[in-house]
């Protein structure tokens, strides 16, 4: 809880932003790649490599969205969490 409040924090657009997708993007991303260092041990859980797969479809969709509707801040969002497209 306290790792996502602190995404939460520093991707908000104003004082009680809780859901743009700032926010969304960054806090999928954390969440993606604490499954990743998860999978990295544990290959054969595929329940979670099914998870991990939707959790970076959702990001894609709302990288997307992003893209489409504001590209600066889908410029500064893909380099502050450097993701690469």
Do not use: C
Not at 46 to 69: E, I, P
């Amino acid at each position: 809880m306290e790792s996502k409040a602190k995404t939460i924090e520093g991707y908000r657009l104003h004082e009680k932003d809780t859901g743009s997708s700032d926010v969304q993007i960054a806090i999928l991303t954390e969440r993606i790649n604490h499954l990743t260092e998860h999978l990295q041990k544990f290959a054969k859980d595929n329940s979670s490599r099914r998870g991990l797969l939707l959790m970076v479809a959702q990001r894609r969709k709302l990288l997307d969205y992003l893209h489409r509707t504001d590209a600066p801040r889908y410029q500064a969002i893909i380099k502050k969490l450097k993701i690469r497209r």
